[in-house]
Every structure is written in structure tokens, then in C-alpha cells.
């Protein structure tokens, strides 16, 4: 086991991982920007390194502070969090390169999925299902119409190298395909400094699905059941729960099968998420995420297993010991992230924390690395923390989810609480009644009100 790692990471997600390490005897190493100097987890950590100024490029994306924060504090491996570095292949080489542990897949793997046609590619080769779409990047307008034709519109134009949105256009009709197209390339280049781009067909009215998987590497792999993600605003998840109000034991236990054999033939090693569109029954693998997701609470209320523990303890190179029967499910998990944005127009809204009172009592966790008097930075993403319940069933975690809501207080910020206080209460989600474009319809039909002028 390791003595001292590193984390390359701020906020909740890098409290997260110092309370896992601290809990398996292992001294922790915060490094922090100048924006994040009074941040918990500096606070928290036994060292701490300044890695630079405030804007992520110079710090947290600052491979060289971070390989000499490793240098001068003597940490043996690095635990990149989720964002920033944490999908970054060539980081990962570095680190190895400088005798330092990438707690995460290997690079090979991390550069696999984060190419969209070849994780497709490979999922469809170990047997995953995917969406119906082109075979590889589009090469032209003409071939994408022909493409476009076979599969029947709508059709989704999506950047090969993108997530979270960003370079993805809906072409309804033939018309709307050569606009999509260059839209989608110009947001790709912009995002991700790659402009190529695939079709897939449309799935209209799906849910957003994902298998939280544990590999190994040595030929054990175990899968922890599903998150329904359905539940987003411009493709970013608000609410995750499990299990899925729309799957049942047999869907449940054959799609994880699928890819814990997946995982397992891949020799993929550490946690990963394999993410499904779910439409009618069946399942269309979209993406994989090498990396802990900010959902994994939800997966871990409901199997006790502590995932970043699992991780920390892969990249030691210690053998999963968890069997897929010790795996087991109990009551239902719901998690609502807490941002500091306006509930209504989402507008940013950093500043001073004057007033903090997160919920308490049984089943009610709150994963945040805010306090009375901590200033929200303008710097990076809106994240204040994750509410997350569990109940004996489904029901029993609405009610848990109500009642923490309502008792949450943060004070001197504007937050995104009212809104989930609205959708707890809102009949279609009491009924499990939503899939992905349900958020969207609800705000744009005035679900929330927006504050006057």
C-alpha cells in the first residue's frame, strides 16, 4: 500500500478522496491554487502545495507543479479526482515516466474510451450494444447524408473527441445536416482541439443509464449495479439515483453482466462507468468514463462498497477481493447536486458563504468541502455539494430527500436547492416518469419562476 499520495483536485471530490486515504493510513498531499488556499481539504490534508494562480490552465492543468509537488513532498502516487487531469492519457505516461502512480486505468485505456468511434468500436466487439450510427469519423458532407439516410432522421451529430455536450448537434431533416455538421466541428476544434465528428440515430424519448464497473487487471472484474442519470440540463446530470424506477432485476443483472465480462476481457483496471441510452427495452452504449464519477455516492449508499477505497487499493496493485455474489443491493439512493447558481435562470452566483446548515439524521449524507465563511470562487465549475439519501425503497427516499431539502441552509450565495425542492414534489418524478429531455421541457414551461428583473 502506498504511504503518501497526491491529490490533483479541489472541492468536494478532493475531500472526498483525502477521507478514503486518511481511513487505509495513508498520508495525503493537497494541492491547492491561490484562489483555493483556505479550501477544507487544504485544510484537512497533512501537506499541502500553492501549484499556481487561480485560473485551472496554471494550476490544476499544470502538469509541471504537479510531477514537483510530487517531487518535494515524496508522494508515490496521485489521485486525479474527476476533471481536470483524470481522462488524460498522456498525464498518466508522465507520471509513470517520473515513478509516480496514476490512481486510474491504464493510459491505453483512458486514450481507448476517450476516443468516441473506438470506445464504440471496442463495445460493440466485447458484445456491449450500441446506437445505431457511422462506422468512424465522417470524412464528408456527402457521405454524412448518406449515412444520415440509411439510418433515418433524426440523426445526432457528436464529436469524437467530446463530452458534456459540447460539440453535439440534433439534425432533424436533410436540410439540417450541413449546419450541424459545421457547427459541431467548429464547438469539437473549439473544446477538445479535434473537429472530427460521427452519426448516431436519434433516440427520442430515452433514459440515461450507466453500470458502475470495478475491474482489477488481473482477470476480476465485478459490476455495482446501475445509476438512472436521466434527470439533465443542457446534458449535465442534476440527479442520479438507483436503482432505475424503469429497470427491472433480469434488465439489471443482464446489461451488468455485459459489461463486468467487458470490463474483464479488457483488463481494465480501476473504477469505470459505462454509460447507456435506454429506449424501449433496450440498451445503446454511448461512452465510458475512466474515472470516479460525481455520482458515485449513489452506487455506494446502496452496496456499502467504498469506491475510491477499491481504487486506491487497485492501483497498489492489491487484487479485487470483492466477488460479484458479496456484491448486494439494498433500499434506493438518490443524490442532487447543490450548485451556487440561481434556481431559476442558473445564473453563476460565487461569493461568501454566510450561513451553513447541511442536513443531518439517518440515511441523509452531504458530500461538500464548504463552511460559514468560505467564499465560492468565480474560477472553476458552480459545484457546492451533493445531497445524497437512501431509504428502504423508492418512496422512502423522496419523503428522506423532502425533509433534508428543506432543512438545508446555505446562506449568502444564491443555490440551486428551490429546484430540487420543486422536482422532489413534482408528481412525474414521484412516479419515476421522466426521461432525458424531461428537465428541459419542465423549465422551459416555466417550472421554476424567475426572479423579477
Known amino acids: 500500500m502506498f504511504e503518501k499520495i497526491l491529490i490533483a483536485n479541489r472541492g468536494e471530490i478532493a475531500l472526498r478522496i483525502l477521507r478514503a486515504a486518511k481511513e487505509l493510513g495513508i498520508a495525503t498531499v493537497a494541492v491547492h491554487s491561490t484562489a483555493d488556499a ?3 481539504h487544504v485544510k484537512l490534508a497533512d501537506e499541502s502545495v500553492c501549484i499556481g494562480p487561480p485560473p485551472a490552465r496554471d494550476s490544476y492543468l499544470n502538469v ?4 514537483g509537488a510530487c517531487e518535494i513532498t515524496g508522494a508515490e502516487a496521485l489521485h486525479p479526482g474527476y476533471g481536470f487531469l483524470a481522462e488524460n492519457a498522456r498525464f498518466a505516461e508522465i507520471l509513470a515516466d517520473h515513478h509516480i502512480v496514476f490512481i486510474g486505468p491504464k493510459p491505453e485505456h ?3 474510451m476517450g476516443d468516441k468511434i473506438a470506445a464504440k468500436t471496442t463495445a460493440s466487439r466485447l458484445g456491449i450494444p450500441c446506437v445505431p450510427g457511422s462506422p468512424g469519423a465522417i470524412t464528408s458532407d456527402k457521405e454524412a447524408a448518406a449515412i444520415a439516410q440509411a439510418l433515418g432522421f433524426p440523426v445526432l451529430v457528436k464529436a469524437a473527441a467530446g463530452g458534456g455536450g459540447r460539440g453535439m448537434k440534433v439534425a432533424r431533416t436533410a436540410n439540417d445536416l450541413p449546419v450541424a455538421l459545421e457547427t459541431a466541428r467548429i464547438e469539437a ?3 477538445f482541439g479535434d473537429d472530427s465528428v460521427y452519426l448516431e440515430k436519434l433516440l427520442e424519448k430515452p433514459r440515461h443509464i450507466e453500470i458502475q464497473v470495478l475491474g482489477d487487471g488481473h482477470g476480476k472484474a465485478v459490476h455495482l449495479g446501475e445509476r438512472d442519470c436521466s434527470l439533465q440540463r443542457r446534458n449535465q446530470k442534476v440527479w ?3 436503482p432505475s424506477p ?6 439489471r443483472l443482464e446489461i451488468g453482466e455485459i459489461c463486468a465480462n467487458a470490463v474483464r476481457e479488457l483488463g481494465y483496471a480501476s473504477a469505470g462507468t459505462l454509460e447507456f441510452l435506454y429506449e424501449n427495452g433496450k440498451f445503446y452504449f454511448i461512452e465510458m468514463n475512466t474515472r470516479i464519477q460525481v455520482e458515485h455516492p449513489v452506487t455506494e449508499m446502496i452496496t456499502g462498497v467504498d469506491l475510491v477505497n477499491e481504487q486506491i487499493r487497485i492501483a497498489a496493485g492489491s487484487p479485487l477481493t470483492l466477488t460479484q455474489k458479496e456484491v448486494v443491493f439494498q433500499g434506493h439512493a438518490i443524490e442532487c447536486r447543490i450548485n451556487a447558481e440561481h434556481s431559476a435562470t442558473f445564473r453563476p452566483s460565487p461569493g461568501k458563504i454566510a450561513y451553513y446548515h447541511p442536513p443531518g439524521g439517518l440515511g441523509v449524507r452531504v458530500d461538500s468541502a464548504v463552511y460559514a465563511g468560505y467564499s465560492i470562487p468565480p474560477n472553476y465549475d458552480s459545484l457546492v455539494g451533493k445531497l445524497i439519501v437512501h431509504g428502504r425503497n423508492r418512496n422512502e427516499a423522496l419523503m428522506r430527500l423532502r425533509r433534508a431539502l428543506d432543512e438545508f441552509i446555505i446562506d449568502g450565495i444564491d443555490t440551486t436547492i428551490p429546484l430540487f425542492q420543486t422536482l422532489v414534489r413534482n408528481a412525474d418524478i414521484q412516479n419515476g416518469l421522466y426521461d432525458i429531455h424531461w428537465l428541459e421541457r419542465f423549465l422551459a414551461l416555466g417550472g421554476m419562476d424567475e426572479e423579477p428583473a
Open 240 to 242: 442520479e439515483e438507483s
Open 246 to 251: 424503469a429497470l427491472n432485476a433480469s434488465q
Open 189 to 191: 476544434k473549439a473544446a
Open 110 to 112: 483512458i486514450r481507448l
Open 64 to 67: 509541471p507543479a504537479l510531477l
Open 38 to 40: 483556505h479550501a477544507m
